[in-house]
């Protein structure tokens, strides 16, 4: 939040039941962007799980994050799981135009 310690989560789990995966992620994007774009938070992540496309096996972890100062960028860290436990391949990072604070790459509202 805007005092640079407090660390909330968006839920909308209510909302979404039954929505494809990706509708629910462009609904939190939405929250996540009337949320900055009124000056309440500095920086924002949404992690999420899925396949790195749909003709293939590996499993990824996504971390979308932005920042105000002028970060925006995904993570993508393919992992396994065997036996119980979870083997990390090394993380991907991957800039992206912002969409939660800005409306482009300069940082301009």
């Given amino acids: 939040m805007k005092d ?5 989560r968006i839920n909308i789990d209510g909302q979404a039941d039954g929505m494809p995966a990706a509708a629910q992620l462009k609904m939190y994007r939405a929250a996540i962007k009337s949320i900055a774009r009124r000056g309440q938070i500095n920086a924002a992540a949404i992690l999420y799980t899925g396949r790195i ?9 996504v971390i979308e994050h932005e920042h105000r100062l002028g970060v925006s960028s995904n993570k993508v860290i393919g992992y396994k799981i065997r036996n119980g436990s979870i083997s990390w391949a090394e993380p991907v990072s991957q800039e992206k135009p912002f969409e939660w604070f800005y409306d482009g790459k300069d940082g301009q509202s």
């Avoid at 640079?4 to 909330?8: A, C, H, L, Q």
């Avoid at 496309?53 to 972890?61: A, G, I, M, P, Q």
């Fill in 53 to 61: 496309s749909e003709n293939s096996d590996t499993e990824v972890l």
């Fill in 4 to 8: 640079g310690e407090t660390v909330k």
